[in-house]
């Protein structure tokens, strides 16, 4: 299986901010990524997918980057409505897996 | 509207079987693979078992593997999880999740609100 790696765990940040998320992949999925946010009691929603699309309805503060092994979630003027959990994933191959979460917190 | 539900969560006791289900509104099912993506409390999210279009594709997470079958009806609009010989580390929140397209190697795009599964004697 391949395993996601993402960083940081958890981060505390104002409104305003530019929050960067980074996951690693165990090994290459040639752009076969997707982000997700999860809010408190809600089920997860897609935000992009294919390392940088993003999905309709999102957001154009959302974006993201990366290529190989290596991608990354950036939210440029972080809103109220932000605050979250976020989760990479990849479906390069199955299993698909997802990365371990990183929860966005106000500071 | 578009959406997915799931029903059949409850308590059941260690080594129990419970069967899940996913009701499918406003598109056609038998276009998209579909899965059972599960996250146990405070914990990250976790596949558990997908079907694709063709039926006889099947997937199972590790864990699940020999427990638990996923079957879809297409003619009903719905994904089933029967999921037997229970165990506390089954103990999650169950989601029901649409596949982009027709294979595996999509990202998920619809996710119905979820289903507690709690087992525990």
């Known amino acids: 299986d391949i395993q996601m790696t993402q960083s940081p765990s958890s981060l505390s940040a104002s409104v305003g901010d530019r929050v960067t998320i980074t996951c690693r992949a165990s090994q290459g999925i040639s752009y076969s990524l997707a982000w997700y946010q999860q809010k408190l009691g809600n089920a997860p929603q897609l935000l992009l997918h294919t390392a940088s699309t993003l999905e309709s309805g999102v957001p154009s503060r959302f974006s993201g980057s990366g290529s190989g092994t290596d991608y990354t979630l950036t939210i440029s003027g972080l809103q109220s409505e932000d605050f979250a959990t976020y989760y990479c994933q990849q479906y390069f191959s199955t299993p698909q897996t997802f990365g371990q979460g990183t929860k966005v917190e106000i500071k | 509207e578009v959406q997915l539900l799931e029903s059949g969560g409850g308590l059941i006791q260690p080594g129990g079987s419970l069967r899940l289900s996913c009701a499918a509104s406003?598109?056609?099912?038998?276009?998209?693979?579909m899965s059972w993506v599960r996250q146990a409390p405070g914990k990250g999210l976790e596949l558990v078992s997908g079907?694709?279009?063709?039926?006889?594709?099947?997937y199972y997470a590790d864990s699940v593997k020999g427990r638990f079958t996923i079957s879809r009806d297409n003619s009903k609009n719905k994904v089933d999880l029967q999921m037997n010989s229970l165990r506390g580390e089954d103990t999650a929140i169950y989601y029901c999740?649409?596949?982009?397209?027709?294979?595996?190697?999509?990202?998920?795009?619809?996710w119905g609100q979820g289903t507690l599964v709690t087992v525990s004697s």
């Open positions: 079907i694709n279009t063709r039926v006889v594709g099947t």
């Open positions: 999740a649409k596949f982009v397209g027709g294979s595996y190697h999509d990202p998920f795009d619809l």
């Open positions: 406003g598109f056609t099912l038998s276009t998209y693979a």
